[in-house]
C-alpha cells in the first residue's frame, strides 16, 4: 500500500508564494512520473504540471512562469513552488504519483489534497 500526503496549502494574499509538498510512503519499488492537479468548488481536477522520473516537466499554460514542480526521487517527494499566486490559483491542490510496487507492476495514487487560498 501507498500512501502521498500533501502540506504546505495555507491562505496568501495575490502576489505571494507558496510551495507545497508531496510524500510518498509505502510499498514503493520505484517513482515514474508525478503531477499535481487542483481542484475549484464545483469543477473539475485539472492538471497543473507533471514531472518525469528523469526530470522533464509540463505546465498547464495559466502556471507556465510562475509554477515550478520539483522532485526528489532519493526521498520520493515531489514540490510544486508557487510565485505571483493569483485568486484564479484558489483550489485543493493533489498529487499524483504513478508508482511501481514491484517491477512488473504500477498504480496510480492520489494524495488526500491541501487547500491554497489567494485572497486579497
Known amino acids: 500500500q501507498v500512501h502521498l500526503v500533501e502540506s504546505g496549502g495555507g491562505l496568501v494574499q495575490p502576489g505571494g508564494s507558496l510551495r507545497l509538498s508531496c510524500a510518498a510512503s509505502g510499498d514503493i519499488y520505484k517513482i515514474n512520473d508525478m503531477a499535481w492537479y487542483r481542484q475549484e468548488t464545483g469543477k473539475q481536477r485539472e492538471l497543473v504540471a507533471t514531472i518525469t522520473r528523469s526530470g522533464m516537466t509540463n505546465y498547464e499554460d495559466s502556471v507556465k512562469g510562475r509554477f515550478t514542480i520539483s522532485r526528489d526521487n532519493a526521498k520520493n517527494m515531489v514540490y510544486l513552488q508557487m510565485m505571483r499566486l493569483k485568486p484564479e490559483d484558489t483550489a485543493v491542490y493533489y498529487c499524483?504519483?504513478?508508482?511501481?510496487?514491484?517491477?512488473?507492476?504500477?498504480?496510480?495514487?492520489w494524495g488526500q489534497g491541501t487547500q491554497v487560498t489567494v485572497f486579497s
Open positions: 499524483k504519483a504513478d508508482v511501481q510496487t514491484g517491477p512488473n507492476y504500477e498504480d496510480e495514487d
